[in-house]
Structure formats: C-alpha cells, structure tokens
C-alpha cells in the first residue's frame, strides 16, 4: 500500500515536472523565435525605405511598369530624377493608383521575399500577401507634397486686360468770369474736347449765373450748345435775388438743363450770354458740364512728366471782362514751371489827365496784383476818376489796345489749388471802358493764341501703373443750402486707391471761401482759403492722402474778409466731391490647377469680378499667362512600409 | 530509497531545467526591452533621417512657389524687389514680402512646414523641434538657384528618456526654367511675357543654315551669358550680373528680343539695337550688326560672352557688311 502510494506520488511528481518543463519550453521558445523574425522583418522594412527613399527613378526604368511609361512620354527625364518613392507618390496621389501600385509591385517584389504592403494615409498603395500574421515590422518614410484627394503639381495663371470699356466722367468747368461794370452783355464761348471714342450717357450742364435786375427780369439770353439753343430747357433750383448799395436788384441763379443729346465725342462748343443793365453779369462758382460715358481704352502706364494747359473760356464782356482760372499743382510735384499767355484783345486804353491808367490787373494766388498796366490798382481806382456821379466814374478813352502777355508765374505757384485772375477794364465796382473786351481763347481752333496757363512738373512715380485703370466719380452735396455746408461720405475699399480729387464749390453770392477736410482720425484740415474777396475758384484740389476708406468729411465756409461767416452767401447743395480712384485691371497668380485652361479660366472669372461694373466685360481682352508644375506642399505625410513572414 | 534518491534528481534537474529556462526568459526579455530601446532610438535616427531628406524636397517646393509669388509681385506691380535674393528667404521663411503676405505662400512656407512636422511626429510618440537656423539664395549656374541651409533638429522620445540632436548643412537646386523673367514685363509696360526655356540649340549654330538662331529668336529662348543679368538679377530690374551674385562660372542669361512681338503690342522698338535682351533693354550703346540670313530687323553685338567668345562668335554668324 505504501509502496503503491509512493509510487503514486512519484508518478504525480514526474508528471508535473514534465508538465512545467514542457510549460516552460513551449512559453519561451516562440518568444525568441517572434523576436528573431521580427528582427529580421524589421531590418528588411528599413532597407526597402532606404530603397524607396534614397534610389531615383531611373534606377528601375528596365522595370515593366516604368519602361513602358518613359517609352508612352508620360515619364520625362526631371522625373527619372525623382526617388521612388516621390514617383510612387506621384501617381498615387494624382489619381494614378494602378500605375503607382505596379510600380511598388515590380520594384519591391524584386528586393525582398516577405511580405510586404506599402501603405500611405490609411491607403494601401500594394501589398504582396492576403493575409497579415501577429507579428510585423514597420518602417517610415516621410515625405512633403502629398495628400489624398488632392493634386501633386498644377497651373497656375495670371490675366490681365489689354484693352477695356470703362464707365466714367468727366466734368467740364466753367471758370468763374464776367463782364465789366453795367455790362449790357457777356458772352462766354466755351471750347472743349472729349475723348473721340466713346459713348456718352449722360451730360448734365450745370448753369450758375449771376445776371439781369430781378429774377422776372433776368437776361438770360443765350445758351447754345453744338449750335442748339437750350435756354428754355433749363430748370432753375435756386434764386437768390440781391440789392447793393446801388440800389440795384440782381439775381444769383442755379439751375441745369440736360444736354446729353447735344453734347458729342470729338469737339463741343457751349456759348452762354447773360446781361444785367447796370450791374454785372457773371459765372458763379459752380457752373460745369458733367458728362458720363463709357471709354475704350489700352492698358497704359501713367506719365511721370506733365505738361498741361487750362485755356481760358473765351470771355467777351462788354465794357470789360474778367475770368478766373484755376489749376493744380500737387503736393508730390517736382520741377514745377508754370506760364501764362494771355491774347488780350479790345482793351480800351484809359488816362486820367496826362496818367496812364490801369487797364489790365492779374492776380497770381494773391490779393496784390501780379502784373498791372497803368498806374493804379483796382482799390484806388476812384481817385482817378474825373468825377463820380452815382457810381459811374470816367476816364479818357484815348484808344483801344490789343496786346499779347507772357509771364512766367513759377515763383507763384504754390501746392495745391493755385487762381489766376486776369481782368480787362473791370475796376472792382466803378465802370470804365466801352469797348468789348475779350480774353480770347478758342483751344480748338487756335490753341496757340488762345490764352492759358500751362504747367509742367515731373513726379517720382507714375499716377497709375500699367494695370491700372482710373475711373473718375461725383458725389454730389445734396441736403440743403447753407453755410457753413458739410459734407460727409462714404469711400468704399474698391475706390480707396484716390489719385486726383477736387471739391466743386456751386454758390450763389460768394465773397471768401475756406474748405476743409476732417475725418475721425485727422484734425481739420485746410485745404484752400481764397487770397482775397471773390476769389472762389469753380473747384479746389483736395490732396488725395487726406481720403481714406471710409467715412470722410468736407466743410466748406464763405466768410467776410474781416471776420464773420457770411449770412447769405450759402454753399448750393450742388455742390459736389470729384475724385479719380485706381482699379486694378490685373490678377495675379491665384490657385493651382490641373489643368492650364482651369488656371486661366479662374484668372479670367477673378479678373471680371475685381474689375466690378465700371469696366464692360463683354469688350475685355484678356491676355494670359500660366506656369506649370506648382507643387503643392501638401503633408508631410507618412508612407509606411509593412514587413511580416508569409504564413 | 532509491525511488526517493530518483524523484529528488528529477526533481532538481526540472527544478535546474526551469530555472535556466527561467533565466533564458528573463533574458530573452531583458534583450527584447533593450531592443525595444534601440528600435525606438533606430527610429529617431530614421526619423531626424527622414526630416532632413524631406526638407529637401519641402524646399525645392516652397522654392519654386517663392520664385512665382516673387515674379507675380514685380508684374502686378510693375516694381522690381529691391534685394531679390532676401525676399526669396523672406518668402521662404515667412510667406511675405516686405511683411505682406502672398497668396501662393499660403500654408506654403519653411515655417507651415515645420509645424506640420512636428505634430505629424508628435503622433508618432516623439517630440520635436526643427530650426532653420541659416537660409541663403544664391545663382547656382544660369538656369539654376541655389538654396543652402542649415538645420537643426532635435528628437526627444520621453518613454525611453532617450534624445537625438542633429545639425546638418544641406543644399538644395532650383530650376527657374518655366518661371517667367520679370525683365520682359518691366521693359514693356507688362505687355511682353516671356518664360525662360533653354534653348534646345545651345552650341549648335550655323551660319549656313540659320534654322536654329530662327528658332532661339522666334522663342525668345534662353541661353548662358557671362554679363547678362540672372534671375536674381532680373527679378531687381537689372539688366547684368551684379557684383554681389557674380560667381566663377557663368550665371547670367540672355535671350534674342522678338522685335516683332514688341511691334505688335504696339510698342516701338530700335531696330539697330543688338537683339541680346540685356543689351536691348539698357539701350547699351554697342556697334550691332546685321546678320545674313536673319530677320531686317535682327540685329548681334560683338560683345563677349561666355567661352571667352564674343556674340557673334557663340551664335556663329555671318555679317552683312
């Protein structure tokens, strides 16, 4: 019995010891061998990342695949410089996974036995076996430009116009002048030009005069535009009747009249004559032509050199005429020279006893006269008279005299708004002469002996650069006449980029005036005040760094010479704010596209929108350029390579 | 006794066989843990490998949209860049030029690829820190650029308390042919585009058959020039090399300016102006000469060039005397 047991028990004790041998030997042994394979895989997956990474294409172009893709032209030699890897890429991620797979196929099958799978973004580009074991070994390689769904390379493409059909306006000023002292007529002869080519829309003339004794009385006698007389169309905004200390009454008057059927392409002529029996008649600021059309135009680059003239309007004023011309110098200007030729013709030549006397007065941005004939000024000109008899004064009328004047005004001129006035026979408020007087002008017919100002200058940098295009816009006052006036507005970011822009000033009564701009971020800021009474200019240069995006503000003030706003001389609602504002008629490169014609097409559509509705799209020519082969730094991303032992 | 004697060796050897294999286990897995150490270290070797390789490649293309956002600047605006070769490092690092950003480098530039990186790593259990720490643009030869760099990258594995710190200096070339050359439309108001293609006749020229010189002229293609301004120099609206990317070997460029194509945008031309581009748009004051065989208003200089042989050398003419 107890030897049974012993033996039992030895039996039980070989038997567990066996059982925890066989335990130990079956737990140990795959460990080892998992860890060898392991090994082995992983050391096999480096080398194929090593093959993939760092071997160029041209390395296998015996392989099927590659051949027959450098044979078709799909491969070119730049992308035999590629590693494999990028080929691979390449074709996978532009859509192309059947030739990126048999090219993983060829090469990799040929460099190891195992089992391997490329894998990239959770894709699998190939893999050699069905079926994965527990154990398997991974290697990295990392590479930039890829990203599933999304293209390798492309097109990128620019476009630009060559030639377009802006919408835009031009005004056209008349210049603030007039007759002499009971001056029976005036006669003003305006020539201009427009561009040859274009169509008009619209043109609107505004007309501010001063004339006749009341507002039923007025002499308004002629407005004659391209030979159409257009008196009887205008409608009259504002009157303002005005009685002096002579006992006279007069009438400021604002009115318009629509002329877009008369107004041409090419030359036009306007011809106004207005009266008053004793006092007289003139132009008041705010008289201009504003014509809206559509232009066809080239690209162009702005000039750097300028050479311009403002002619004088043809100004016939019986017993005398005056016109006061106004231009621009800007703020960058460089060389500036500045000439006036004046064709001065029925001048009568007065003396007083044996004094020659004052006949011709010119005012260059002053209140002291830059040139006179004769001996006295205009605000002396009572005491040489022979008698006063109300307010008449005489002088000897010894001849009539036409002369021709050159006068160099450099040293005059100042940035910004400058006003030359010219005055034949007109002394202030005492009437002399009794010829018609005439600043002559006709710069259609006869520019040279017309009468002008021409200015030169030269700046750094262009206006406008080739793919720019200038559009000029109004923005009219509105509200209702006062003074002070304000004006606030709105610059929009697509109008922000303002190369010219002007004030309009449309007054009835004026004597002095001051205009400023202010905008939340910039203190009130001056930009013209009139060197004496009555010298308000029909517009005043506004320096267009003081506009900006957003909301701006004008303030116009006429005030008395000696202080004090002026009660009746009110700013017209008419008034307006011109300015000229670049666009950009150019895109750049934008996205990258498969193709060369998407990329241009995309070109195309930013370049319509950028231009807006100023610019007619269907007369666009567009040029294009794309260039090819943009690659995208998409990622980086991981390509994976799997190593495991076939089952 | 003896039975006693038997199990108590059984015993003690399967106490001996399990305790070897105990120690082989222990072994085994003391090997397996240092391995798992040395994969993990292998790894960010393999990894601060991949980095640098790839940088290469993110440069070639960040490159590339550099040179184009560059170009699409000096046509838009008509302006040329003051410093080229600095707005190209600029574009590169930061996607601006003078601090203003461009489209094409959006997402697209050293900076946005760093970041990527170093989250994609991230993911994959590491920590790292790229650094560019010096980037310089300069003419390879005259159709390439050349981007050296110098970087330094630092892979940390926190498991392993293990890191990995590399500094390697690396080049990379840059094709700048299918780019456009920013001379034509600075000369011409924009109108005038011309992408730089060399041309497929270089060195091969005759001037008993002018078919090739026709066909460089017709393309405007692109030859090697001594003193004809590189690209770099190009994109500053120069018209020859400067000193300060003047290399031993030749890397300036030149084309022949389609005086027809210049017509036909409406612009004038100076027909007895050498039709060398560089030449023609600094209206240089050199004796060119009509060449037999070619276009009236084809006109070479006798200007050197490169090879030490001068215009009418290279292109090997005959002229009409």
Avoid at chain 1, 410 to 432: A, F, M, P, Q
Wanted: hydrophobic letters at 35%.
């Amino acid at each position: 019995m107890a030897k049974s047991i012993i033996f039992t028990t030895d039996i039980l004790v070989g038997i567990g010891l066996t059982a925890t041998l066989l335990a130990l030997i079956f737990i140990g042994k795959p460990e080892v061998k998992s860890e060898i394979s392991f090994q082995s895989n992983w050391l096999e997956a480096k080398d194929i990342v090593n093959i993939l990474s760092n071997l160029k294409a041209s390395s296998f172009s015996d392989t099927p695949t590659i051949k027959s893709l450098i044979e078709n032209g799909t491969l070119k030699e730049e992308d035999l410089n590629k590693t494999i890897i990028d080929l691979i890429g390449s074709f996978w991620y532009a859509g192309n996974k059947t030739i990126a797979s048999n090219i993983t196929k060829e090469i990799l099958e040929n460099v190891t036995k195992k089992c391997f799978s490329l894998q990239t973004e959770n894709e699998t580009v190939y893999s050699s076996c069905l079926n994965y074991s527990k154990s398997i070994s991974v290697a990295y390689a990392l590479t930039s430009g890829y990203e599933i769904g999304k293209p390798v390379s492309g097109y990128v493409a620019r476009a630009w116009l060559t030639k377009y059909r802006k919408n835009t306006t031009q005004i056209i000023p008349f210049y603030p002048e007039g007759s002499g002292w009971t001056g029976n007529r005036l006669e003003v002869t305006k020539y201009f030009s427009l561009p040859p080519n274009i169509t008009i829309y619209n043109a609107t003339l505004f007309v501010s005069i001063h004339f006749g004794t009341s507002k039923s009385q007025a002499q308004f006698e002629q407005l004659v535009v391209n030979g159409v007389q257009k008196k009887n169309d205008v409608i009259w905004l504002y009157l303002q009747e005005a009685s002096g200390w002579y006992g006279e009454i007069t009438t400021a008057a604002y009115g318009y009249v629509d002329v877009t059927n008369e107004i041409k392409a090419g030359n036009n002529t306007i011809y106004l004559v207005i009266g008053t029996p004793n006092y007289h008649s003139h132009i008041h600021p705010g008289m201009r032509l504003i014509v809206t059309y559509s232009l066809s135009q080239e690209m162009q680059t702005g000039n750097q050199t300028f050479v311009k003239r403002y002619y004088f309007d043809n100004v016939v004023g019986n017993t005398g005429a005056w016109s006061m011309v106004s231009f621009y110098v800007p703020e960058n200007a460089k060389n500036v020279n500045a000439k006036l030729h004046l064709n001065l013709k029925n001048i009568d030549d007065t003396k007083y006893f044996i004094w020659n006397t004052t006949d011709i007065e010119i005012y260059v941005n002053s209140k002291y006269p830059f040139y006179q004939d004769g001996i006295n000024t205009g605000e002396d000109a009572q005491y040489y008279c022979y008698s006063i008899r109300k307010y008449y004064c005489y002088r000897d009328i010894v001849a009539s005299k036409s002369v021709i004047l050159d006068f160099d005004i450099t040293s005059n001129l100042k940035n910004g708004t400058n006003v030359v006035s010219v005055y034949l026979n007109s002394y202030g408020d005492l009437h002399w002469g009794y010829k018609d007087a005439n600043i002559y002008s006709n710069p259609l017919g006869d520019a040279e002996n017309s009468s002008y100002v021409e200015v030169s200058y030269t700046i750094d940098k262009p206006l406008f650069l080739y793919g720019e295009i200038d559009l000029t816009k109004e923005k009219i006052f509105g509200g209702e006449a006062s003074n002070p006036k304000t004006f606030t507005f709105n610059i929009s970011e697509r109008e922000s980029k303002i190369v010219e822009s002007f004030v309009h000033i449309a007054q009835g009564f004026s004597s002095t005036i001051n205009v400023s701009l202010f905008r939340e971020d910039l203190p009130k800021f001056t930009v013209f005040t009139s060197p004496s009474p009555r010298i308000v200019p029909e517009n005043v240069y506004v320096y267009p760094n003081l506009i900006s995006e957003g909301e701006n503000s004008i303030e116009i003030v006429d005030f008395q010479p000696y202080g004090g706003i002026s009660p009746t001389n009110y700013i017209l609602p008419w008034s307006s704010f011109e300015y000229t504002y670049l666009i950009k008629g150019m895109v750049g490169y934008g996205n990258v596209f498969n193709s060369s014609q998407l990329a241009i097409q995309d070109a195309i559509d930013r370049l319509i929108q950028q231009i807006g509705n100023d610019i007619s799209a269907q007369d666009i020519s567009v040029d294009s350029q794309s260039v090819q082969g943009i690659r995208w730094l998409w990622g980086p991303t991981f390509f994976k390579i799997l190593v495991w032992d076939k089952l | 006794m003896k039975g006693i004697l038997f199990s108590l060796i059984l015993f003690f050897v399967t106490i001996f066989l399990a305790l070897f294999l105990i120690t082989q286990k222990s072994f085994v897995s003391f090997y397996s843990s240092q391995k798992a150490v040395e994969n993990r270290i292998e790894s960010m070797i393999i990894l601060s490998k991949n980095v640098f390789e790839d940088s290469e490649r993110a440069l070639a293309i960040i490159g590339k949209r550099a040179c184009v956002s560059a170009i699409n600047f000096i046509i838009t605006n008509g302006m040329p860049l003051n410093s080229s070769n600095e707005t190209l490092v600029e574009l590169i690092i930061n996607g601006t030029i003078n601090s203003n950003p461009q489209p094409l480098m959006e997402g697209a530039t050293v900076n946005d690829w760093i970041d990527t990186l170093e989250n994609l790593i991230d993911l994959q259990g590491f920590q790292a820190k790229i650094e560019i720490q010096k980037l310089i643009i300069q003419p390879y030869d005259s159709f390439n650029l050349e981007i050296d760099y110098r970087m330094k990258v630092e892979i940390s594995d926190l498991r392993t308390k293990t890191n990995l710190t590399k500094v390697q200096d690396r080049k990379v070339l840059l094709n700048i042919e299918k780019l456009e050359d920013p001379l034509y439309p600075l000369n011409t108001y924009g109108r005038i585009v011309n992408t730089i293609v060399k041309s497929p006749h270089w060195l091969n020229y005759s001037s008993k058959d002018t078919s090739n010189l026709l066909d460089d002229l017709n393309n405007s293609y692109y030859h090697p020039s001594l003193y004809g301004a590189s690209f770099l120099d190009r994109l500053e609206g120069k018209y020859f090399v400067q000193q300060k990317y003047w290399k031993k070997n030749p890397i300036g460029l030149e084309s022949f300016v389609n005086k027809d194509k210049i017509l036909s945008v409406g612009l004038p031309i100076i027909v007895n102006l050498t039709n060398i581009d560089y030449l023609y748009f600094s209206n240089s004051n050199v004796t060119s000469y009509r060449i037999a065989n070619m276009p009236d208003n084809f006109r070479l200089d006798n200007e050197t060039t490169i090879e030490n042989k001068t215009h009418l050398q290279i292109y090997n003419v005959s002229v009409i005397p």
